[in-house]
């Protein structure tokens, strides 16, 4: 299925309005592009407890799991702090990647990172985090 680039990256602006970054200011959106052709939004989510704290990448990964989605095809990423003037790229943390590799392929998955709808880098999950741990790395081989 080809990717509208343009309508998933509009989608992470939006989800991004939604953060909860009462502590780091910094809203992040994301928007999940199933391999059904559904989008789900996730934004951060703070805490008083920073540990608590939660990406956007992953709150829409939840979400979609959660309705039963388990194909993704590609993600797009905003962010930028609360008082800047201008988003700039904004790459996945590494824990969200692991959460990316739990459920995607490193060869395809497609991350794209924005600063406009029109100013976006893509990416392939295996580039941002090559030589992931995964439930196959736990495999007897021999
Ligand atoms: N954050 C995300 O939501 N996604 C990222 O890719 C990087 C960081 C959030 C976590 C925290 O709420 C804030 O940005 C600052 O780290």
Redesign the pocket.
């Known amino acids: 299925m080809e990717i509208d680039r343009k309508a998933l990256v509009r989608e992470a602006f939006l989800a991004g309005k939604k953060?909860y970054?009462p502590?780091?200011g910094?809203?992040?959106g994301?928007a999940l592009l199933t391999g059904d052709g559904s989008v789900y939004g996730g934004?951060?989510?703070?805490n008083a407890s920073y540990g608590a704290?939660?990406?956007?990448?992953?709150?829409a990964f939840f979400r979609a799991v959660f309705e039963g989605k388990r194909e993704f095809s590609a993600i797009a990423?905003v962010?930028k702090a609360a008082d800047a003037a201008e988003y700039d790229y904004?790459?996945?943390?590494g824990i969200?990647r692991q959460v990316m590799a739990e459920f995607c392929d490193p060869d395809s998955f497609e991350i794209i990172l924005a600063r406009s709808e029109t100013d976006y880098r893509s990416y392939r999950l295996g580039e941002l985090l090559p030589l992931g741990f995964t439930g196959s790395s736990m495999e007897d081989k021999n």
Do not use: D, H
Request: with cysteine; net charge negative; glycine share 4%.
């Open positions: 953060a970054a502590y780091s910094f809203q992040v994301a934004c951060n989510i703070e704290c939660n990406c956007a990448e992953r709150t990423i962010g904004c790459p996945p943390c969200c």
